[in-house]
């Protein structure tokens, strides 16, 4: 279990140290807001205290949050007012502990965000390996995947992608094989639980609704042009959906 703290206090980090001793958890203090922004992408727990924000905390953890959604995050405070928690939780924060920190408080609102964690690092597995058979895609074959599950003939699709009904045959063999499916319907459930995973613990954009038809492919050499495709994989993703990814 990996908890950043950034507390600018010696007496809260003092405590935070303690428990991680005696509870069997691995803990770091930090005490400036510096490596903040970098250090939030590798911790489960994050624990930020006002001190080490003071001109804009809830704004900053809001952000975090947005930014990591699957990151458990806590805050701590010395002048936390109710108005204050509500809007942090209202926002994703996991835990709200006012100043002074109680260690018994503490230990008794842990588990449940241990269990959170671990569960979190289970669906975060599970989507790296769908993720991993999709990246297994050829540009080719993510095209035949897209005529697949809008119910495109073999004849209809070759037709479209302007190759012979055998490379279409094939292509479609190393669809399924590649996305370890039998049929049209287990494709469809993979997408939908790539889609789900990637919104829960990678805080990736859903993938496009899939349409009634899929439009032939016009000869503009657009290949960046595929908002007419039922299906993206989660690492194709459009340059203004990185942009807000960075930020």
């Given at each position: ?10 007496e809260a ?111 975060d597995q ?80 859903p993938i ?40």
């Open positions: 279990m990996n908890v950043l703290v950034f507390d600018s206090h010696s980090s003092q405590v935070w140290q303690e428990l991680a001793s005696a509870h069997g958890f691995r803990v770091s203090v930090f005490h400036n807001p510096e490596r903040l922004p970098g250090l939030a992408s590798e911790a489960q727990i994050l624990v930020i205290d006002q001190s080490v924000l003071p001109q804009a905390f809830l704004a900053s953890i809001a952000t975090i949050c947005k930014q990591h959604p699957s990151l458990q995050v806590i805050a701590t405070g010395a002048s936390l007012r109710v108005d204050d928690a509500v809007d942090l939780m209202r926002d994703g924060v996991a835990l709200v502990f006012p100043k002074p920190l109680s260690r018994s408080r503490i230990l008794s609102a842990l588990p449940p965000i241990f269990q959170k964690v671990d569960q979190i690092a289970k669906l599970e989507y790296q390996r769908l993720n991993g058979l999709f990246s297994k895609l050829t540009t080719r074959e993510k095209d035949v995947l897209n005529y697949i599950l809008v119910g495109t003939s073999n004849k209809d699709t070759a037709g479209l992608l302007n190759v012979s009904v055998r490379t279409i045959e094939s292509r479609r063999a190393k669809v399924y094989r590649k996305l370890e499916a039998n049929n049209v319907a287990e494709l469809v459930r993979k997408i939908d639980r790539l889609e789900s995973l990637g919104k829960q613990v990678a805080g990736q954009p496009p609704a899939r349409p009634e038809h899929v439009q032939p492919r016009t000869n503009n050499n657009n290949n960046n042009n595929n908002s007419h495709l039922p299906f993206n994989a989660p690492h194709r993703q459009t340059a203004s959906v990185l942009k807000h990814q960075v930020c």
